[in-house]
């Protein structure tokens, strides 16, 4: 069978999906795999075990990351595969699996058609891409390429107050491997996670890039005191000072409207009862654009938030950086390989720029990255009921196949 005309397995690629989907699996559907957890250890021990059934030689990285590497005619480069296994507290099946998975897939299609190739291929399943428990998101694929030292990387805490260094040892995977030294090509297959797919009828998404992030907590520190007697000329309400920057980011990002969104996805209060004002608030907000420019301005518009709000209420704050990645292009040539290849596939395709961060946009500092996105059903992801129908995900499948002969199959 002439390579071009190799195909992935459909139910093979599903049942793949609803197996890893069922370790962490929640009551009513979705997944919790929050990263380094006992339930992410066992999606990990049944990735490395699925990778050793298809002949792939594992390996594990100080910092967690897990490759599996099939063997080539020579040594050279790898083509890397990859996104990642962790999932937020309620995620869905499919955000990251699907790009190590249809990896799998794509080993699989090839063993069973006896295809050798000429440059290796590698599926990655990098550490702590979501970032929910340990700050910054895509710290895996960060270490991975020297964007973040290892020691600094390890001494990260926990939402949960937890060291990441104890918890990768707590679960087996402070590795001593390494990933793939030189890497021809990065590609990452992911759903969308978002509705443009989906409301144009478009089969593949040609990622053009990744949008800028920024993630800031803000602890507000005001003093808590009886609800009932305190006059509000004299109150320090942490609380409401919260409230009030949380509204100012919705009302500041409106405003700017274009590409620039904004969310308080945390906010604490101590002690946090009904007749006791606030002493205490803390607070994220996330804010990301694909313009630095505009970001950076989004940015400015939070620090004079800040300041307005909390010199107002008499409280006093401090602010903390979690996350700032810059916006990131993907390599021309791959982008347009991947076009290419989901038209010669007779799939519609349409160029887009991702919302959420990726793997592929840290892997992008070191090698020529790109990425393919498939529809989400309602858009929605992040949620138990993310969903993406099956002839989508064979179809970014096959596209993830065919771009990866070409790299390792000149
Ligand atoms: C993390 O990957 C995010 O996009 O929130
Ligand atoms: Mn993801
Ligand atoms: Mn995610
Ligand atoms: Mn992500």
């Given at each position: 069978m002439m390579p071009g005309s190799l195909r992935i397995d459909p139910a093979r690629l599903v049942a793949r999906i609803e197996r890893l989907g069922g370790i962490g699996a929640l009551e009513g559907g979705g997944v919790c795999r929050l990263a380094l957890t006992p339930s992410e250890k066992l999606g990990r021990d049944h990735l490395v075990a699925e990778m050793t059934a298809l002949g792939l030689d594992v390996t594990v990285d100080a910092i967690g990351n897990i490759f599996g590497t099939r063997k080539a005619r020579r040594e050279g480069p790898a083509v890397l595969l990859g996104s990642h296994i962790d999932t937020v507290a309620?995620?869905?099946?499919?955000?990251g699996a699907l790009g190590v998975l249809a990896g799998l897939e794509v080993i699989a299609t090839l063993n069973d058609a006896g295809v050798e190739t000429e440059l290796p291929i590698a599926v990655a399943a990098f550490t702590n891409e979501e970032g929910s428990r340990f700050a910054p998101d895509m710290l895996g694929s960060l270490v991975f390429v020297g964007g973040l030292h290892l020691q600094e990387a390890l001494d990260i805490v926990s939402?949960?107050?937890?060291r990441l260094g104890d918890e990768l040892t707590a679960i087996g995977y402070a590795g001593t491997g390494h990933g793939?030294?030189?890497?021809a090509a990065y590609f990452e297959l992911h759903i969308e996670q978002g509705p443009i797919l989906e409301d144009e009828k478009i089969g593949i998404g040609t990622v053009m890039g990744v949008q800028g992030i920024s993630w800031t907590e803000i602890t507000l520190n005001g003093r808590s005191s009886h609800a009932g007697t305190t006059p509000i000329r004299l109150r320090r309400d942490a609380g409401l000072a919260a409230a009030r920057i949380a509204a100012g980011v919705g009302a500041f990002v409106r405003e700017m409207g274009g590409d620039q969104v904004g969310t308080v996805g945390v906010l604490t209060l101590s002690?946090?009862?009904?007749n006791v004002v606030a002493q205490k608030a803390v607070m994220t907000v996330d804010l990301r654009n694909p313009d630095e420019t505009l970001l950076k301005q989004a940015e400015a518009r939070l620090a004079a938030l800040i300041e307005t709000v909390t010199d107002e209420e008499n409280v006093t704050f401090e602010t903390r950086s979690l996350a700032r990645f810059e916006p990131v292009d993907f390599a021309p040539v791959l982008i347009d390989q991947v076009d290419e290849t989901a038209r010669a596939l007779c799939l519609s395709t349409r160029r887009l720029f991702s919302g959420a961060g990726h793997d592929a946009q840290m892997i992008a500092r070191i090698a020529p990255a790109a990425m393919i996105f498939v529809p989400s059903v309602n858009g929605?992801?992040?949620?138990?009921t993310e969903f993406t129908a099956a002839a989508d995900l064979a179809n970014g499948a096959n596209v993830l196949l065919q771009v990866t002969l070409k790299q390792a199959l000149p």
């Amino acid at each position: 069978m002439m390579p071009g005309s190799l195909r992935i397995d459909p139910a093979r690629l599903v049942a793949r999906i609803e197996r890893l989907g069922g370790i962490g699996a929640l009551e009513g559907g979705g997944v919790c795999r929050l990263a380094l957890t006992p339930s992410e250890k066992l999606g990990r021990d049944h990735l490395v075990a699925e990778m050793t059934a298809l002949g792939l030689d594992v390996t594990v990285d100080a910092i967690g990351n897990i490759f599996g590497t099939r063997k080539a005619r020579r040594e050279g480069p790898a083509v890397l595969l990859g996104s990642h296994i962790d999932t937020v507290a309620t995620g869905g099946l499919y955000d990251g699996a699907l790009g190590v998975l249809a990896g799998l897939e794509v080993i699989a299609t090839l063993n069973d058609a006896g295809v050798e190739t000429e440059l290796p291929i590698a599926v990655a399943a990098f550490t702590n891409e979501e970032g929910s428990r340990f700050a910054p998101d895509m710290l895996g694929s960060l270490v991975f390429v020297g964007g973040l030292h290892l020691q600094e990387a390890l001494d990260i805490v926990s939402i949960d107050g937890k060291r990441l260094g104890d918890e990768l040892t707590a679960i087996g995977y402070a590795g001593t491997g390494h990933g793939p030294k030189e890497i021809a090509a990065y590609f990452e297959l992911h759903i969308e996670q978002g509705p443009i797919l989906e409301d144009e009828k478009i089969g593949i998404g040609t990622v053009m890039g990744v949008q800028g992030i920024s993630w800031t907590e803000i602890t507000l520190n005001g003093r808590s005191s009886h609800a009932g007697t305190t006059p509000i000329r004299l109150r320090r309400d942490a609380g409401l000072a919260a409230a009030r920057i949380a509204a100012g980011v919705g009302a500041f990002v409106r405003e700017m409207g274009g590409d620039q969104v904004g969310t308080v996805g945390v906010l604490t209060l101590s002690p946090n009862l009904v007749n006791v004002v606030a002493q205490k608030a803390v607070m994220t907000v996330d804010l990301r654009n694909p313009d630095e420019t505009l970001l950076k301005q989004a940015e400015a518009r939070l620090a004079a938030l800040i300041e307005t709000v909390t010199d107002e209420e008499n409280v006093t704050f401090e602010t903390r950086s979690l996350a700032r990645f810059e916006p990131v292009d993907f390599a021309p040539v791959l982008i347009d390989q991947v076009d290419e290849t989901a038209r010669a596939l007779c799939l519609s395709t349409r160029r887009l720029f991702s919302g959420a961060g990726h793997d592929a946009q840290m892997i992008a500092r070191i090698a020529p990255a790109a990425m393919i996105f498939v529809p989400s059903v309602n858009g929605i992801s992040h949620n138990i009921t993310e969903f993406t129908a099956a002839a989508d995900l064979a179809n970014g499948a096959n596209v993830l196949l065919q771009v990866t002969l070409k790299q390792a199959l000149p």
